[in-house]
């Protein structure tokens, strides 16, 4: 017998910004002990307060900055992935930044392509919580990366990103992928069956969605 689910939503938190079914097709990714398929991709605390996604990764295009993190992982309800650099940001300012992150609490951290492996190595020496490391395109060394110290791949290719996941998983089977699912449950399942364990979700923006809802509260008051 299979039984239902049950769901309890309170009054004033059922504004949830609910991510599709569909992410339940991943297989999820296992890091101590907790399953992750979904990946909410922000920094605005007050959507990462209210989403049901398994984990946030907040990535950011500015040099990472440790009062981030620390608001960041007093507002998350769920393991937050952090980044720390890699691009414009390098050598050993990522790796203190990683130390930091891993004693704040972060499940892991996340570096953008750009970081040379020498300093993925360093990082990998001094952190005990998975590195996370970008991927944006088919031409990329994973090989290299996986010596060096990458334990998770970030799959970020826009519209190449499914074919990019299936050339890493024909060529290593069980490494763990993370990738983006695009903006449609199609570009999402496309993700997932490409070779992803989890998928990244953008939502939208909190002016999108107090858009929506001053939208209703006018026609509310029109029909009054």
């Known amino acids: 017998m299979t039984l239902m689910i ?3 939503n309170g009054l ?6 609910i991510l599709p079914k569909v992410f339940d097709e991943a297989s999820g990714i296992r890091i101590n002990g907790k399953l992750i398929k979904s990946l909410l991709f922000s920094t605005d605390i007050a ?7 398994d984990a946030i990764i907040a990535v950011y295009p500015f040099t990472p900055q440790p009062i981030i993190t620390e608001a960041l992982m007093i507002a998350a309800q769920v393991p937050v992935f952090c980044g720390i ?5 390098s050598g050993l300012r990522v790796v203190n930044l990683a130390l930091h992150a ?19 190595a360093q990082v990998a020496k001094r952190i005990d919580i998975p590195i996370v490391v970008t991927v944006v395109s088919k031409d990329e060394n994973i090989e290299e990366r996986l010596n060096s110290g990458a334990n998770i791949l970030n799959v970020s290719g826009a519209y190449q990103t499914p074919d990019i996941v299936a050339k890493i998983r024909d060529n290593f089977p069980e490494v763990p992928i993370i ?6 449950e199609e570009t999402i399942l496309a993700t997932i069956k490409a070779g992803a364990n989890a ?5 939208p923006t909190n002016g999108e969605i107090f858009r929506q809802l001053m939208d209703k509260y006018r026609q509310t008051l029109i029909t009054k």
């Open 6 to 8: 049950p769901e309890i």
């Open 12 to 17: 004033l938190r059922k504004n949830l910004i």
């Open 47 to 53: 959507i990462i307060r209210n989403t049901n996604a």
């Open 85 to 89: 650099g890699g691009g414009t940001t």
């Open 102 to 120: 891993e004693f704040q609490g972060a499940m892991g951290v996340v570096v953008n392509a750009p970081l040379p492996n020498k300093i993925l």
């Open 179 to 184: 990738a983006t699912g695009g903006p449609t």
């Open 199 to 203: 998928v990244t979700y953008t939502p």
